[in-house]
């Protein structure tokens, strides 16, 4: 659905029965960017199961598409014809991300570097938020950038005639500027190399080592990684099984620890150590999370999850531990209003410059439906009610999505535990995350009333 295009469509959650059942998780959406992107890139065939179709991967298979790879979907399985490495073609119109920041800033590291032009632009939400950090290094490898004022879409990349390697240091703790800068190697002759002082997601190099790139990790001592790429590898497709993205996961399994008497088990989750800050964090609230089946599939760890009501205790959640849990801050929060005492958030400024300005929004929600925290640049304090008493609101007022898909179900998992319903304005963005979420939620027994969509 296009956003802004018609009236919004408000959703309220309502105090719930214990959630019961077993559910599968959508496909990672990290990992799902990914199969697109190197799928179209490498040689010959790939095949995926378990792609999240949501309208922000499917942005990056049009944008593939575009660009010469032959993409289509059988029964239950994506097909991918890829050009081969080095072959891409220019795009005959701008690529269109939509919403997709992942996408976007991953796509510009892969065609910046051909010797062609390709402009980027997306919706509102997209077009405001920074591609400068990105840039930046695709300018030190030879590539003409035009940008709207500060570094924002529509962006247009002239590619050289041959890119130059670098070694990059990244400023701030980035898998899309790591992963960027990486994929744009692969059309430079020589090595890449990237530095990274906090690991962040490794998707991309577990992935590109998969389709056959050269890659070399070295970790010091103080655990800052070098990561170099050797330039122009031959990349062949591969068989892929996308896991369950553990950022969606989030939602149900906060929700079956608010919940009193809940019982679930979400299967086929990925458990990559990056990815896993919120399960680490909620463990330490008290959180009752059994981690069973633990397997390989992919090269990526993955592993069933039981979830049970639990009594939460607030905790300080370390500021080094944002880069693997940077989009499960909202869900944390609503987590932190039942939890007994305070929970402390520091270290997460990033989430300024998400798909709306986080921080704030979470904020403001929370105080909206009478859950006492304090807001700081880069901190937010949550000081909790176990019991739910006085949350959410008795008026109905709703909450300020901002178009931004997490606020939306991080508010709507609230509303599941707490004394009042709790509305969000919108919950039409959700699709572009996580479109089974409505349904999946349902089929637990969570009260969740879609509103009807107001005239735009």
Request: proline share 5%.
């Amino acid at each position: 659905m296009a956003h802004g295009s018609q009236g919004a469509i408000p959703a309220t959650a309502r105090r719930s029965e214990p959630l019961s059942g077993t559910v599968r998780i959508p496909g990672d959406k990290s990992i799902s960017h990914r199969s697109f992107m190197f799928g179209g890139l490498a040689a010959g065939e790939t095949r995926i199961t378990g792609l999240l179709e949501g309208e922000d991967v499917i942005a990056t298979g049009n944008a593939m598409r575009a660009m010469g790879a032959s993409i289509r979907k059988e029964g239950d399985t994506w097909i991918i014809e890829g050009t081969g490495n080095g072959c891409l073609l220019e795009p005959k119109a701008p690529l269109d991300f939509g919403n997709a920041g992942t996408g976007c800033r991953l796509t510009m590291g892969l065609a910046g570097t051909y010797d062609f032009e390709t402009t980027f632009i997306g919706d509102a939400s997209l077009s405001a938020r920074p591609m400068g950090r990105v840039l930046d290094p695709l300018k030190l490898m030879g590539v003409q950038v035009k940008s709207a004022e500060g570094g924002k879409l529509p962006v247009t990349l002239r590619g050289p005639r041959m890119a130059a390697p670098i070694h990059y240091i990244v400023p701030m703790a980035s898998a899309q500027v790591k992963s960027a800068v990486l994929i744009a190697g692969l059309n430079a002759p020589g090595v890449t190399t990237v530095t990274e002082k906090i690991m962040t997601r490794d998707h991309t190099e577990k992935m590109l080592a998969g389709f056959g790139a050269s890659l070399d990790v070295k970790t010091d001592a103080d655990g800052t990684r070098h990561i170099s790429i050797e330039g122009q590898p031959k990349l062949k497709g591969c068989v892929i099984d996308v896991p369950g993205d553990p950022s969606s996961t989030a939602f149900p399994l906060v929700a079956a620890l608010l919940v009193p008497g809940s019982d679930i088990t979400i299967l086929n989750v990925l458990m990559n150590p990056t990815r896993t800050g919120l399960i680490t964090t909620l463990i330490e609230m008290g959180g009752k999370i059994d981690i069973l089946n633990a397997r390989s599939a992919g090269g990526e760890d993955v592993a069933d999850l039981r979830v049970r009501h639990s009594e939460l205790k607030g905790v300080v959640v370390p500021p080094e531990r944002a880069a693997s849990m940077i989009d499960e801050y909202p869900v944390l929060a609503v987590a932190a209003a039942f939890a007994e005492g305070e929970t402390v958030m520091d270290g997460i400024e990033e989430l300024r410059v998400k798909e709306s300005d986080r921080l704030a929004a979470v904020a403001a929600g929370l105080r909206l439906n009478n859950v006492d925290c304090t807001e700081g640049e880069a901190i937010l304090t949550v000081r909790g009610t176990p019991s739910g008493k006085g949350i959410g609101s008795a008026r109905g007022d709703a909450v300020a999505t901002h178009l931004d898909h997490r606020i939306a179900m991080s508010f709507l998992v609230m509303g599941l535990a707490s004394e009042h319903p709790v509305t969000v304005d919108d919950a039409r963005m959700i699709a572009t995350s996580f479109p089974e979420f409505m349904d999946l939620m349902a089929g637990l027994g969570a009260s969740i009333d879609r509103g009807v969509e107001e005239p735009a």
